[in-house]
């Protein structure tokens, strides 16, 4: 036991021994003992607990699904690309705008009346009697008012970028179910591993253990004269491999509890316990041209495909549409201080044209470029339908595969089951070592791990098999 005072002085329980020794140094440290107990109950209160967080499946995926970093990732980039088509739309709308502005000229015109313009009287003499000069206007002058200006022939363009800024909303939210769905299928992977893990690691302590008992029985052999030498070092080779083993895939498990844990978006050093009696569904699968018929409609990679194309679509449409002259719609409302013949408050409208007679070629360019990038999108789309009825028939391929091999580990088990029941009857009549009866349950913990890892590839390629065709992994 340990106790910490407030400065930091640790106490253990020999050096209050020592202290008792000496009852004078005892009266000098109890008050410190007694001021630093209630701190250091506070300290031990305060340790995180380290308790294990027990998972099912169904819990494990939900979890991921909620905290995943790419999960969380693609979440926002469709939140991104709604924004940028909200932007985008906004181009529909007229634009209202106020300016104003405050400008001094360093001369102005006027109107000169020279002497005598409008006469010579005798009684007067000339009128006016000498020049002058009215000036139009003020050296200072402020404007200010609020125009609106509706685009029109401009909506061609802006119409196929709001298009294309559709498809770029349902890429990011076809990803999003992409990414969902193959973070679901690497959350059930990596359980169905640490299971799988667990049950060959427990087969290789069995392993160990029939090794063990099998090197005790060799060496008495040898001490008694009826086996070699030679038999000894082979059980002790037995047993190094079998440790090896046991290490190998203890290092394995922690690698795939750290990857777990990440994938759930949880610290790495998480505790997690997961429950061992998980079921492993068989998930209904349909017929293999019906799967390519699904695949071919509803595949997540597909769909992005042939959204993509729409968007070049728009794309080149769009550029096409940059040879159109720009015809805007105005109307304003101004007020004006110190400009020549104009009232103080006075309204405009009309429309302004706008079409660039010569610009190098970039139209032209641009076009070219959509048009380029249109094809490569069609021919995107059909390289995506191949893979994808190569990948459904490889999956079933390899379904058919894993069937055939659950069951032969299926029998393997029955066998393995049988063969221990006869090596404890052995043992108990005496007619088989302690060794045998120990090999014959190592080899039925194998079997049945093989069992469960065959179990666990089927369920995970029919899953994969719906991910194929574009559907959420069960």
Not at 4 to 17: M, Q, Y
Not at 33 to 40: E, M, T
Not at 175 to 201: H, M, S, W
Not at 237 to 258: F, K, V
């Amino acid at each position: 036991m340990r106790n910490t005072l407030r400065k930091g002085i640790p106490v253990t329980l020999s050096a209050l021994i020592a202290l008792w020794g000496r009852r004078s140094a005892v009266w000098v440290f109890l008050p410190l003992l007694l001021l630093g107990w209630p701190f250091c109950a506070r300290v031990v209160a305060q340790q995180p607990s380290l308790a294990p967080m027990r998972l099912t499946l169904d819990q494990a995926i939900n979890l991921a699904l909620k905290q995943n970093h790419s999960v969380r990732l693609r979440s926002l980039s469709v939140e991104q690309m709604q924004s940028k088509k909200d932007d985008t739309r906004s181009y529909y709308f007229p634009q209202i705008k106020a300016s104003g502005s405050t400008l001094h000229v360093t001369e102005l015109a006027g109107i000169e009346i020279p002497a005598g313009a409008f006469g010579i009287y005798p009684s007067t003499g000339p009128v006016p009697s000498k020049s002058l000069f009215i000036d139009q206007g003020s050296a200072t002058g402020y404007t200010g008012g609020v125009g609106l200006e509706q685009p029109l022939t401009q909506l061609f363009r802006i119409h196929q970028a709001d298009l294309a800024a559709k498809q770029d909303v349902l890429i990011a939210k076809t990803q999003f179910d992409e990414t969902k769905n193959a973070i679901a299928l690497q959350v059930r992977k990596l359980y169905y591993d640490i299971l799988i893990n667990q049950q060959k690691a427990e087969a290789s302590q069995d392993q160990l253990a029939a090794s063990q008992i099998k090197d005790e029985e060799s060496r008495s052999d040898v001490l008694q004269g009826n086996a070699l030498e030679l038999s000894a070092l082979q059980s002790e080779a037995g047993i190094l491999q079998a440790r090896q083993g046991s290490l190998t895939l203890r290092l394995q498990g922690d690698d795939l509890r750290r990857q777990f844990a990440d994938t759930l978006g949880l610290p790495v050093n998480t505790p997690i316990d997961l429950d061992p009696e998980a079921p492993v569904r068989a998930i209904n699968i349909p017929s293999r041209i019906d799967a390519v018929r699904i695949a071919l409609d509803q595949n997540q990679d597909l769909k992005v495909a042939r959204q993509t194309l729409v968007k070049a679509q728009a794309g080149l449409t769009a550029a096409k549409d940059a040879f159109i002259p720009d015809v805007t719609a105005l109307s304003r409302y101004s007020y004006q201080s110190g400009v020549p013949l104009l009232v103080h408050n006075f309204g405009t409208f009309g429309f302004s044209l706008s079409y660039d007679l010569f610009d190098g070629g970039r139209r032209e360019a641009i076009v070219r470029e959509a048009r380029s990038d249109m094809r490569s999108a069609e021919v995107a789309v059909e390289k995506v339908q191949s893979e994808i009825e190569v990948q459904v028939q490889s999956i079933y391929d390899r379904i058919d595969e894993l069937k055939q091999m659950v069951d032969v580990a299926g029998q393997v088990v029955k066998v393995r089951i049988e063969a221990a029941r006869l090596a404890d009857r052995q043992f108990e009549q005496s007619a088989a070592l302690s060794s045998a009866r120990r090999q014959a349950r190592a080899d039925l913990t194998s079997a049945t791990a093989s069992l469960l890892e065959a179990n666990c590839g089927l369920s995970l390629a029919e899953a994969d098999l719906e991910r194929a065709i574009g559907q959420t992994p069960q």
